[in-house]
Structure formats: structure tokens, C-alpha cells
């Protein structure tokens, strides 16, 4: 067969393909499971029909739609047929679309129907040629259509530099960036974690993560399908649901918020999850004390880890060995990373500065855009994460912040992971975030923006005194704010350019 993503993909399932290779236990209308032998016919038929429509080797699939299992039949479909696959979050509204739409120049848009006259708006005005829809239920013309198709075409011939999916960055700062990503920085990066983290095709993953983004697409989905392994489909996290699949399951993946959530009640406990061999977390830095509280209440020790869209993921705390809590732990097989200067130069262990990357996994670069490429590269292939951190002095990887999000204070840098950990720290406080805002003296100031836990009182000046006591003055912030909660996206980020936005002019 020639060589794909999908090739790779399909020659890992199971040799008896009557095995389940997923199923959906709350699903209330529509199909509830595949055989592995049936995915591959059904993803054979995604791809054909792809073809028939006149779409050619490199043509974008732009997809906003909801989770269902057809819609990652139709991602690996165009993996199949050579096509580009381009989710779209859910969430977007219509200028957000038309925008992504105009960027990519797909060949077809494949929308939920409650969205087709929008989405057929937007193609109109960007000449798309195709608009299909998808349900939640696996319903709408797109399924309609596969399920006629009768002749299956050959597993379209890729190179490992040809471009598998194009995955637009969260745009928090001006319009989103598409990166491109291979079918060899795909593979790599799955076979990397699926050997990392152990995966066979007796494990079970509950998959309960949105598949727009890469966490569920790619590391979630790949892990499973390059071991042949069985996923419990929910269209979304629903507490009530993940209880009741756990006992079922092997392997579970989530945001900090999943975990969160699990550990809001005492029917989440030990004996629920003593079969369970792996939890791991991604999207958003997972707080110690979540880590701790799940480890006490469960025996089990959270695998986080990190990555990001450009790049795969690049880090994983060990599978076995000690998981600690606050970093993301080593290099993945294959991935460099260093941390440098602001003049370019490597610095040593336990020093913070900008991470950056290389290896199989990360990306050729943004979608019509050279000279934003040429910018994030550093010379010999080198990624610039946009992300500060060190390297302990056991190798362990510790992510201080965004670079984006660096306070500059009278001259001084500030990293508000340092500050928030402090905040975070203090027995009232739940949560927090630290943004940069504009002051006149200073040039640039903190502010603390914080939840408080049930029944906690804690004021503002209390707050900045306690930070006196134990850092510089010109890292404690100048302003702190109490909020019920703290924005965050689909993925569980906070969203701190809306907090920078409504905390804009406290310290004018």
C-alpha cells in the first residue's frame, strides 16, 4: 500500500477487524458502534465520495460540526484520499468562519444543518464549491451520500512532507494562524505517544474531549487507532456519563477541568477507578493541588504533559517513574528542546528563558504566511514555543508562562506563573490569573484577577500584603479583583486577553 497517515493508521488495527474500534453509549438516535472492518469501509467510502465530488490531492475539507464518529470517519477519510482536513471549533460564529473560509479555500465545507444557510452564505461569498452537513446523530447529506457509495478508490500515495490537516491557532492575539501539519509530523508524533504511554489494543479510552482541536483529534484518536484499541465515544464531558463508562474503561484523557469536576463529589473514589491504568491531562497547566487531591482520593497519579498546535506534543511525564506535579516532564522520543536567552544564547538547567523545539513532530510553518514562519523559526529548524520555562536539574520540564503574557514592570520581567502559584497557594483562594496592564510610571503593571473558595473572604489588601512578605515588590501586582470565575475557551484556557481587556485602565 502506499504510504499515509491513514496507511499507517489502518495497518495498526487489529488482525480480527471484528473488534469494536468504537461505540457510543449515549447516543439516542443513529449508529452506537463500529468494527474496526466496518470503520475501514466506512472511512473507504468517506474518501471515494470526496473524490467523486471532483476534489483533488491537496484540496482543504473544512468541517464545523459536532462530535460524532462520522465526522472523525470524514478526518480520516481525507487522510485517505490526500485530502486537507480543517476543523473548525463549534463555538465560531459567522465572521470567525468566513474568515477561516476565505484563508483556506476549501473545496468543500461540511456544517451542522442548523448552520447551512450561514455556511452556504460564506461559500457563496468565497466560490467554495461543496457545502455538506452532519449532525451529532450522524445524520445529513455528507452520510447520506457515503453510504452510496459502491466502488472504493486506492489509498491516495503522500509523502511524508505533504500537508495531512491545517489546524488555525486560537488568534487570543490578532487573526488566527493556520499551521500545517504532516502526515509525517502526525505519524511521528502518534507512534511517539502511543508507545510513550503504553497503548495495546486491549486498552479502552473513554473519549470524552471535542475533536475540533488536537487533543481529541490527534493524540486521543491516534493513540487508539495506531494500537488498535477500543474508544467509548460521548459527544461531550457530562460528569454523570464519565461515571458511568469509567468502570469500562482503561484510559481517560482530559483538561484540568475534567478533573475538576471528577473530584467534586464523593462518587468519584478508589474503588471506581481501580482498574484504571492511565489519567492523563493536557490544554491548560494542571494546578498542584488538583494533582494531589486526585492522587490522595484515587491512588492514582495524573500524566501531564505538553504540547501545542504547531508542534504535536513535545513533553510527557513519565509512564514509569515519578509524575510531579508542576511539570510536563521530558522530551518525547525524537523532540530537542532548549531554553534561551533574549540574545539567543542556550541557557543552562534551572535558568528560565524562551523553550523551543525541534524534531519530526513540528510543523513546516503557517498557512500563506512566510514571513510570520520565517519569524517563529530560529536558525537549524528550531521552533520558537512563544512559551517561558526551565529544565530542572533532573530533566524535568517546568513551564513558567506565555511569553506573550511577560510582564515588563520598570524594566523588570515578571512571570505570572510565579505570582500565581503564590496567590494559588493561599488557603481562601481557589484560583487566579495575572495580567499585564498599562500604568504610567511603570510602563506596564500586574494585576491579580481571583476566585475565592465557597464561604472565603479574602480583600485586596490583604492579598497584596501577604505577596510583599515573600517576593520583590515589583513582582506583586498593583491592583487585585474578585470574580466568581475566570474566562476560559473551549479547551479550558483562561482567557487572559479578556481579562486584559476588562482590567485595561485599573492602574491608570
Known amino acids: 500500500m502506499p504510504f499515509s497517515l491513514y496507511t499507517l493508521i489502518e495497518t495498526s488495527f487489529p488482525a480480527d477487524r ?61 487522510l485517505r484520499g490526500g485530502f486537507v482536513f480543517l476543523p473548525m471549533n463549534t463555538a465560531y460564529r459567522t465572521d470567525e468562519i468566513d474568515y ?80 500545517m501539519l504532516s502526515h509525517g509530523n502526525l505519524a511521528a508524533n502518534g507512534i511517539a505517544l502511543r508507545d510513550a504511554w503504553h497503548f495495546t489494543e486491549d486498552d479502552v479510552l473513554l473519549h470524552a474531549l471535542p475533536i475540533f482541536h488536537a487533543h481529541g483529534l490527534f493524540v486521543a484518536c491516534h493513540c487508539a487507532l495506531l494500537a488498535g484499541a477500543r474508544m467509548i465515544w460521548l459527544g461531550r464531558f457530562d460528569r454523570a456519563e464519565v461515571l458511568r463508562q469509567l468502570p469500562h474503561a482503561t484510559v481517560f484523557m482530559g483538561v484540568p477541568t475534567f478533573y475538576v469536576r471528577l473530584l467534586d463529589g464523593a462518587d468519584f473514589d478508589a474503588n471506581l477507578v481501580a482498574h484504571m491504568r492511565l489519567f492523563t491531562s493536557g490544554s491548560a497547566p494542571l494546578l498542584a493541588e488538583t494533582f494531589e487531591e486526585f492522587r490522595a ?42 531554553v534561551m536567552n533574549d540574545e539567543g544564547k542556550m541557557l ?38 512563544g512559551d517561558v ?45 495575572i495580567v499585564g496592564v498599562a500604568h504610567r510610571d511603570f510602563g506596564e503593571a500586574g494585576v491579580a484577577v481571583v476566585v475565592l473558595r465557597k464561604g472565603q473572604m479574602l480583600d485586596e489588601a490583604t492579598l497584596i500584603g501577604r505577596l510583599k512578605n515573600v517576593i520583590a515588590n515589583y513582582k506583586v501586582p498593583k491592583r487585585a479583583f474578585f470574580v466568581e470565575t475566570l474566562p476560559r475557551n473551549t479547551m479550558g484556557k483562561v482567557q487572559k486577553n479578556l481579562l486584559r481587556e476588562t482590567y485595561g485602565d485599573a492602574c491608570r
Open 348 to 385: 543552562p538547567q534551572e535558568e528560565v528563558g524562551g523553550l523551543e523545539v525541534r524534531g519530526p513532530n513540528v510543523f513546516s510553518g503557517y498557512w500563506r504566511m512566510p514571513e510570520k514562519t520565517a519569524e517563529e523559526f530560529a536558525e537549524g529548524g528550531w521552533f520558537k514555543t
Open 18 to 78: 471484528r473488534r469494536i474500534a468504537i461505540e457510543v453509549p449515549d447516543r439516542t438516535r443513529g449508529r452506537t458502534s463500529w468494527t474496526y472492518g466496518e470503520l475501514a469501509g466506512a472511512v473507504a467510502r468517506a474518501a471515494s465520495l470526496l473524490g467523486n465530488l471532483g476534489l483533488k490531492k491537496g484540496d482543504r475539507v473544512a468541517v464545523q460540526a459536532e462530535k460524532s464518529p462520522e465526522a472523525m470517519i470524514l478526518y480520516l477519510g481525507c
Open 297 to 338: 482520593r484515587t491512588g492514582k497519579a495524573i500524566l501531564e504533559r505538553y504540547g501545542m498546535t504547531e508542534t504535536g506534543m513535545n513533553t510527557s511525564n513519565p509512564y514509569d517513574g515519578e509524575r510531579r506535579a508542576g511539570t510536563v516532564g521530558f522530551p518525547l522520543p525524537g523532540v530537542e528542546l532548549r
Open 100 to 179: 477561516l473560509i476565505g484563508d483556506a479555500e476549501p473545496s468543500l465545507i461540511v456544517c451542522d444543518p442548523v448552520r447551512e444557510a450561514e455556511t452556504r452564505e460564506i461559500a457563496a461569498r468565497h466560490d467554495v464549491r461543496h457545502v455538506m452537513t452532519l449532525d451529532a446523530e450522524g445524520r445529513g447529506s455528507f452520510a447520506e451520500e457515503a453510504a452510496k457509495v459502491r466502488d472504493a478508490r486506492p489509498v491516495v500515495a503522500c509523502a511524508s512532507k505533504d500537508i495531512a490537516a491545517i489546524l488555525y491557532t486560537s488568534g487570543t492575539t490578532g487573526k488566527p494562524k493556520g499551521a
Open 389 to 433: 520555562a526551565k529544565i530542572d536539574a533532573d530533566g524535568y520540564v517546568h513551564l513558567v508562562g506565555r511569553a506573550k503574557d511577560l510582564i515588563i514592570s520598570g524594566g523588570f520581567n515578571v512571570y505570572p506563573k510565579e505570582i500565581e502559584t503564590l496567590i494559588d497557594e493561599m488557603p481562601e483562594v481557589d484560583e487566579s490569573a
